[in-house]
């Protein structure tokens, strides 16, 4: 059984109608791409999943139907997002950042100290003073601190450097093959998706159009819906 299974998934701001339905499914330690053009509706998808925007249609973590819970409820299920844009609480320090998120599990500082070492040489700043590519591990490094059966990464290496990137990749990488976490993951770098995910889910307006093993994405796929 999938860990998470979204069916049919419909979506609103108000009046306008952002998703007309997306299928997807996450099974337990797979790493699944979710994939699209800027406005084709995977940030959306993201906040529908945890609650943060109203929703119809099948969704379910776990078994346990989310249609009706409230956003603090699902993350308490297991469900961990590192949001578009970061979001540190910019007045605390790194300690204080993650020990604000923190629940009993696998992940605790030292370990998180393990994945992003830069963290440990800055666990007294303040989130404010951290470079964009700090801030970013310190995002997931926030997330991982709930200790998530889940993880949901909205965009998680745009704006970074070449350099950085990397790095969060690698630390991808690592959660992957030493972990067992599952992930869902939206970015728009398909060398990077081939290399961590093992299948893909491409949204075009608002709906799943295509679905299937990462390896499976031919180049015609890929420039028709992701644009590369």
């Known amino acids: 059984m999938s860990l998470l299974s979204v069916r049919n998934l419909t979506a609103s701001y108000g009046a306008s109608q952002a998703l007309f339905g997306v299928d997807l499914e996450v099974g337990e330690g797979e790493v699944v791409a ?10 959306t998808t993201i906040k529908a999943i945890c609650r943060m925007l109203p929703s119809a249609g099948g969704l379910t973590f776990d078994g346990r139907d989310l249609s009706g819970l409230p956003s603090h409820a699902v993350a308490r299920l297991g469900i961990g ?35 992003f ?11 404010a003073s951290l470079s964009g590519g700090e801030q970013q ?7 991982l ?3 998530p059966r889940l993880l949901l990464l909205d965009e998680a290496t745009e704006g970074l450097s070449p350099l950085l990137r ?13 972990t067992g976490l599952a992930i869902l993951v939206v970015d728009k770098s398909l060398k990077e998706l081939r ?34």
Not at 89 to 111: C, H, I, M, P
């Open 81 to 115: 997002l590192v949001p578009e844009g970061r979001r540190c609480f910019r007045d605390l320090t790194v300690t204080e950042n993650l020990v604000a998120a923190a629940r009993s599990g696998y992940w605790d500082q030292s370990k998180i100290e393990a994945l």
């Open 145 to 147: 601190m709930t200790n």
């Open 195 to 228: 290399g961590v995910s093992d299948r893909a889910v491409i949204l075009e307006r608002g709906k799943s159009v295509w679905s299937g093993a990462t390896t499976d994405l031919d180049q015609d796929t890929s420039e028709r819906y992701v644009g590369v």
């Open 137 to 143: 591990m310190l995002a997931i490094a926030r997330a």
């Open 166 to 178: 990397q790095e969060i990749w690698a630390a991808v990488a690592r959660l992957k093959s030493e």
């Open 117 to 127: 070492p830069r963290l440990g040489e800055r666990r007294g700043q303040r989130a």
């Open 34 to 43: 979710l994939m699209g053009r800027n406005g084709m509706g995977k940030s």
